[in-house]
C-alpha cells in the first residue's frame, strides 16, 4: 500500500530552534530511499506504507537520542486505492486548474 | 517506544456519513489489546508504537476493503523519554488545574 | 456557521511540561461560552465559527504573554450543512454501532 | 499577529476527486493578498492572523456552496514572539544544514 504523508515533528524541551531535528530526521527519510520534499511546515513524503512509518518511527528514537524528552508529531496520509497517485500528479492536479 | 496518539480517519468518495468506518476501525484497536478513548473528533490511544502503527495500517486497509477508494488519516503522535505517562495523567495533569 | 473543532496547543521553548498553558487556554475557551470537551490529545470545541477562532486566537496571545516565544497549534475544523450535528451525536452514532 | 499556517481541505460527500474545491480556496488565499505554497498535502500561508483566518471561514463557505455537505480541515498554525520569520525563512534554515 503506497502513501502520501505530511509528517511535522516538533521536539519539546529543547529550546527554541527545531531545524537541527528537522535536519536529522530529513535524512533519515532519504537514507529510506523515501521521495520528499521540505516545505515550509513538514516535509512531504512518498512511498510505501511501511518504509514510511518505520523512517517516522526512527525519526523519534533518533531525536529522542539527540536530546528531546518530549516529541509531538502530526502525521497526515493518504493513501487510495482507485489509482496510483504521486505528489507531483497531487500539485499539477490543482495548478492545471489555477 | 510507548505511544499516545491521537487518530482520525476521513474516508473520501464513500458518502457523507463516515460512523461505519469508524466503528470498524475502533474494533481493530479494541483487537489489539490498545487502550482506547473515543472523542468527538477522534480516538486516543495509548500503546507501544509498532502495535498502534501496525492497527492504523489495518484500520486503512480495512476501510478501503469495505469500500473507500481514498482516505485521509491525521494521527497526532506523542512520545517521551522522561517518565512515563498515560492517557489519564495527562487529563489528570490538565484538570487538577482547573 | 457552527464549528465542532479539535485544538491541540503545544507551546515551544518553555520546558517540557505543558499543562500550565492548556490550563489557561481551557479557561479562555470556558470564558468565551464555548462548549468544550478536553481529551488526552487537545481540546474539542463545540460553537459558532467566529467564537471559536477568537478563543483560540486569544489562546496564542496569552501563552506567548505567559513566556512561551513559539507555539504550535493544530487545529481540526468540521462544519456541515446537511444536518445540525453535535459533539455527543458524533460519539453517541459510533458507540452505538459498537 | 503574524501567522505561518498549513491548511488542508477535504470536502466529505462530493466525491473522490477534490481539486475543484483546493483550487477555488486558493484563489480565496490569494485574493486575500496572503503568500501562499502549494504542496502536495495542502498549502501554506504566510500572514496577518485575522486576515488568514478569514479566508480559511471564507473557505469553508464557498466549499459548502460549491456542494459540499460536509468539510474536514486541519490547520496547522505557527506564531512566535522572539523573531520575525518567513516560510523562506524556514525552508532555508533546514536546507542550510542538509
Given at each position: 500500500m503506497k502513501a502520501i504523508v505530511d509528517?511535522?515533528?516538533?521536539?519539546i524541551g529543547t529550546g527554541i530552534s527545531l531545524s537541527?531535528?528537522?535536519v536529522a530526521c530529513q535524512k533519515i527519510l532519504i537514507?529510506?530511499?523515501l521521495k520528499t520534499e521540505l516545505?515550509?511546515?513538514g516535509t512531504n513524503i512518498e512511498g510505501e506504507w511501511d518504509v514510511v512509518f518505520a523512517a517516522v518511527k526512527k525519526c523519534h528514537e533518533t531525536v529522542h537520542?539527540?536530546?528531546?524528552p518530549r516529541i509531538f508529531t502530526t502525521v497526515h496520509?493518504?493513501?487510495r486505492t482507485d489509482r496510483d497517485?504521486?505528489?507531483d500528479d497531487k500539485?499539477?492536479?490543482v495548478k492545471s486548474k489555477l
Open positions: 509528517l511535522t515533528i516538533i521536539p537541527n531535528f528537522v537514507d529510506a530511499g516545505h515550509a511546515n537520542a539527540m536530546g528531546a496520509v493518504g493513501t497517485q504521486t505528489m500539485i499539477r492536479s
